[in-house]
């Protein structure tokens, strides 16, 4: 990008004069996120109201091929932005780049899209257009090795883009259309019950942690006996657990039954959940 160019967008992000943004494009070697921030340290940025305004909209996009399946999350800050063509197809473009590169966020900032810029400039170039900020959020790529992985999409935008999106990779080979049922309903499910891990072991310490600090706090002024709220507590904090781990949670198709337990009844040799990821659009 020609050096005026970068001014120019400089400007209309930051708010700042022609000199400084010049000046401050110098420092940074060219970088226009970089020069931002150098502006924004010295008072001169105005913009970062913009790129400081919160992005709760857009669009979640999953792509796969024969070796990986992705999601990736691109933020704007308005629902009519999020249906903008532009948008829509930077968000395309950016959900097969993320595949190729497996979610690792450096190579694809700095891969280069159809037009032969960067995504990064392209990025700048929506942003200067559209007059929103726009963000790429959160992604995840998934492995195909002797697995097979299941998406759904809640609340469809355009073709493969919704506001909730949801992959999961099931450990096995089977071609049964009981496996196939159980993956599409099994990501249903995910994206409907939210759960934070596959097991109760896998849920985060701090999480727990959090959990039984607020459930202390809620229970301190109950004026029981302290063996009675440790009891209390802990039947809580137990139950928080199972209503949080994927295989402990009821089986939204069937509520009488866990998911682990319709795990069980498919009875697929070596049948297990390895992995799942669930984005929703402003959570």
């Not at 450990?171 to 097991?199: Q, R, V, W």
Request: hydrophobic letters at 35%.
């Amino acid at each position: 990008m020609a050096e005026i160019e970068k001014i120019k967008k400089l400007r209309f992000l930051s708010g700042a004069g022609f000199k400084d943004c010049s000046l401050a494009l110098d420092e940074s070697s060219g970088n226009i996120e970089k020069a931002i921030e150098i502006l924004r340290v010295k008072g001169i940025s105005r913009a970062s109201k913009k790129m400081s305004r919160s992005a709760n909209e857009g669009v979640i996009a999953i792509c796969e091929n024969d070796k990986t399946s992705s999601i990736v999350e691109v933020n704007c800050e308005t629902d009519f932005v999020a249906k903008n063509d532009d948008f829509i197809n930077f968000a395309k473009e950016i959900s097969l780049i993320n595949n190729e590169v497996n979610s690792v966020r450096d190579k694809l900032i700095s891969s280069n899209m159809n037009n032969g810029k960067s995504v990064n400039d392209n990025l700048l170039n929506l942003i200067s257009k559209i007059g929103e900020k726009i963000t790429i959020g959160r992604s995840k790529t998934l492995n195909n090795k002797n697995s097979k992985i299941f998406k759904y999409h809640h609340t469809v935008v355009r073709d493969n883009l919704s506001k909730l999106g949801v992959i999961v990779s099931l450990n096995t080979n089977d071609e049964s259309d009981d496996l196939k049922t159980f993956g599409k309903h099994l990501s249903m499910h995910i994206a409907a019950s939210n759960p934070l891990a596959i097991d109760i072991e896998g849920i985060s310490y701090d999480i727990v942690k959090k959990e039984e600090e607020l459930v202390k706090e809620e229970l301190k002024n109950s004026g029981k006996p302290e063996e009675i709220i440790k009891k209390i507590s802990l039947g809580k904090l137990n139950k928080f657990k199972e209503e949080n781990s994927l295989l402990n949670q009821q089986w939204v198709m069937e509520p009488k039954k866990k998911v682990k337990e319709v795990l069980q009844e498919l009875n697929i040799e070596n049948l297990k959940i390895n992995e799942f990821y669930r984005i929703k659009i402003g959570e």
